[in-house]
């Protein structure tokens, strides 16, 4: 997944269980979401593709051995300065970009790729060529159903902006 994709998973999560529960989403939430939904790619990317200090831009950071401790204590930290919901926003965040890194190991069901989830109890999966953003547009194929789910998503997106912008926790003054 890019790094918006990841965002947007996780931020779509949390605003629906936000709205669940009757309550608006703060801004402490946001970012803690949105730091919990990169942190992963944020830390691996860099020590395997620069430095080659780990082998794989999913190993170290991706792992759950290393994930769940990381929510935990940031919960924790957040439960002690009475935001539990920002602790909660993080967790979730940094959980749903390990799904969103492996639905396609589900969707096709390549359990061997799902080892980077215990590194380093597991190896890596081979799998980590670097794709930036130039080679991903490259690939891109412009189709009728793409171009439609294109227009849908842009729709749907300037309706939610548009709905953010009218809100009134928006414009309220900050106490």
Known sequence: MFPWTHAA????LLFAIVLLFGRR?????LVAVLVGTQLADVIDKPLAWWFDAVPSGRSFAHSLLFAVPLSA??????????HP????AFGLGYLTHLVGDTYVAVYYWRPEEFSFLLWPI???YPYDDFVGFGDFIDGVEITTPGLVLFAVTAVVGVAFLVQFLRAPWVHAPRS
């Not at 989403?25 to 939430?29: D, G, Q, T, V, Y």
């Open 9 to 12: 998973f996780g931020y779509l």
């Open 25 to 29: 989403l703060s801004k402490a939430e």
């Open 73 to 82: 204590v940031v919960v924790a930290i957040a439960w002690r300065r009475s």
């Open 85 to 88: 919901e920002v602790g909660f």
């Open 122 to 124: 597991l190896p890596p």
